[in-house]
C-alpha cells in the first residue's frame, strides 16, 4: 500500500502525495468521461433558512450543469447554482469534483445517489421507481405510540418502526444514536427511515407501510403529509426538546 507523510504545519509531502494519487489512477485506470450525463453520490445535506434545500454532491462520472434535471435519493430537481469547494460559482462541475447545488425539492440523505436525467418527466418516473422500491421492501401494517406500548406489554411487537425527521444532520446523527440505545429486550427500535428536512407524504407512507410511527425534532409536516396522516392513522410526534421525545 502507498503511504505518504504529509504535513499542513510544515507544508511538505503534498507534491509526492499528489504525484502518488495520479500513478495509482493510471495503473488502477480510473477513467471517467466528462461528456456523458452526470452521476455520484450525495456527501451531505441539510435544509437552510432562506436558500431551502442544499445538497454538496461528489461527481464520479459525467458532468452536472446549470439547468439539468437531476434525481437525488428520492428528491428531484433542476440545477439552479453550483458552487464550487473555494466557494466560486461555476457552471459546470466535471469529474472527481464536489460542488454545492441548489435546485432540488426536499433534502436527500447522505450517501444517496445522484443521477443527471434527460427532461422533468424522467425525473418523475425515477423518482416513482425509487419511492416504489423502498415501499415494496415493508410490509403494510400502522400502528400509533400508545398502540405500540400495549402490543409491547402483550409481548406481540419485537420491532419498533421509526421514520425519523430532523433540522439538521448534527440532530439526525445524534437522535439516531440515543433511539438505538433505548432498545430493550422486549422490543428493539429500528429506525427504517432517517433525513432532514420536513416530514412529507412519502414519509407518512413509509411508517403506514411500516407499522410504525413519525418521529419529527424541530421540523414540521407540511399539508399533504397532515392530510395523508389523518387519512391512513399515522401517528406523528413533534418535538423541540429531545429529552422530552426519549422521555415519550
Do not use: W
Amino acid at each position: 500500500t502507498i503511504f505518504c507523510e504529509v504535513s499542513a504545519l510544515k507544508k511538505t509531502g503534498i507534491k509526492e502525495l499528489l504525484e502518488n494519487i495520479k500513478l495509482l489512477a493510471e495503473v488502477a485506470e480510473l477513467k471517467a468521461n466528462p461528456n456523458r450525463s452526470g452521476t455520484g453520490l450525495v456527501v451531505e445535506a441539510e435544509l437552510k433558512k432562506g436558500r431551502g434545500p442544499v445538497a454538496t454532491i461528489l461527481v464520479k462520472d459525467g458532468s452536472v450543469k446549470i439547468g439539468d434535471y437531476i434525481v437525488a435519493g428520492s428528491m428531484k430537481g433542476r440545477v439552479k447554482s453550483l458552487t464550487n469547494d473555494k466557494g466560486e460559482r461555476v457552471e459546470k462541475i466535471t469529474p472527481g469534483l464536489p460542488v454545492e447545488i441548489l435546485g432540488l425539492e426536499g433534502v436527500p440523505g447522505a450517501g444517496d445517489r445522484f443521477d443527471v436525467v434527460l427532461d422533468e418527466k424522467t425525473a418523475e418516473q425515477v423518482v416513482e421507481t425509487r419511492k416504489q422500491q423502498i415501499l415494496d421492501a415493508i410490509v403494510t401494517k400502522k400502528i400509533t405510540l400508545e398502540d405500540m406500548f400495549s402490543k409491547v406489554t402483550q409481548g406481540d411487537i419485537k420491532e419498533f418502526n421509526i421514520v425519523l425527521k430532523t433540522d439538521v444532520h448534527g440532530s439526525l446523527e445524534a437522535i439516531q444514536g440515543m433511539l438505538n440505545k433505548l432498545t430493550s429486550l422486549e422490543v428493539k427500535n429500528k429506525i427504517i427511515h432517517a433525513a432532514v428536512g420536513a416530514v412529507n407524504e412519502n414519509d407518512v407512507l413509509l411508517a403506514h407501510t411500516s407499522k410504525g410511527i413519525v418521529i419529527a425534532f424541530n421540523v414540521r409536516p407540511d399539508t399533504n403529509a397532515q392530510a395523508k396522516a389523518k387519512q391512513l392513522g399515522v401517528d406523528i410526534r413533534s418535538y423541540s426538546i429531545v429529552y422530552e421525545m426519549v422521555d415519550e
